[in-house]
């Protein structure tokens, strides 16, 4: 009977460590407010100057080109952070006391490989999971791994990978590799 139990425990403990997905520093991000970075196309709004107020991209160098001031840094940046960089130097010359607002207006693409009928880059939409993610690449291959999924992305500068489940979100930038199964 004890040895029953203990094969049996034996038996729960491997399968539960099979199905487990650990937090990894992928998750990290998921608490964090959204960081610009190249490929984002952002809604900048001067209040009471529609001229200055438009779309603009965050080209290759992680900038934003703005009339009057130039480039500024957004790669790494907040909303509040780019607004706040803009107001400073439009009001050293250029405004008095001007009021900035920045927001997205469309996010950089996610990419997605592997076992899923077809790869590439994807429209990133905010709350997509991964699974959202799998089914707007057609869905899985017969051969795929359909449990989780490995995402690498982008964290303070460093890439980072990790295996996470199907019910995680991306985030835009996120490539997202579905496994082959091994039998």
């Known amino acids: 009977m004890l040895a029953r139990l203990c094969v049996l425990l034996l038996v729960a403990g491997l399968a539960a460590c099979a199905n487990t997905v650990r937090p ?25 100057q529609p001229g200055l107020s438009q779309v603009y991209m965050v080209d290759q160098g992680g900038y934003v080109t703005f009339p009057l001031v130039g480039p500024v840094a957004a790669r790494g940046a907040t909303s509040q952070d780019l607004a706040r960089q803009i107001a400073k130097k439009l009001e050293a010359g250029y405004l008095k006391h001007p009021d900035v607002s920045v927001e997205v207006d469309t996010y950089r693409p996610f990419f997605i490989m592997g076992e899923i009928k077809n790869a590439g880059q994807y429209t990133f939409v905010a709350g997509m999971t991964v699974q959202n993610a799998v089914a707007i690449a057609g869905g899985f291959t017969p051969r795929a791994v359909t449990a989780d999924a490995e995402i690498t992305r982008q964290l303070n500068g460093e890439v980072m990978s990790g295996r996470v489940p199907l019910t995680d979100p991306i985030r835009p930038g996120d490539t997202i590799n579905v496994r082959e199964r091994f039998f």
């Open 24 to 48: 990894t520093p992928v998750h990290e991000v998921l608490n964090e407010p959204y960081r610009f970075d190249s490929g984002d196309k952002l809604r900048i709004t001067v209040f009471d």
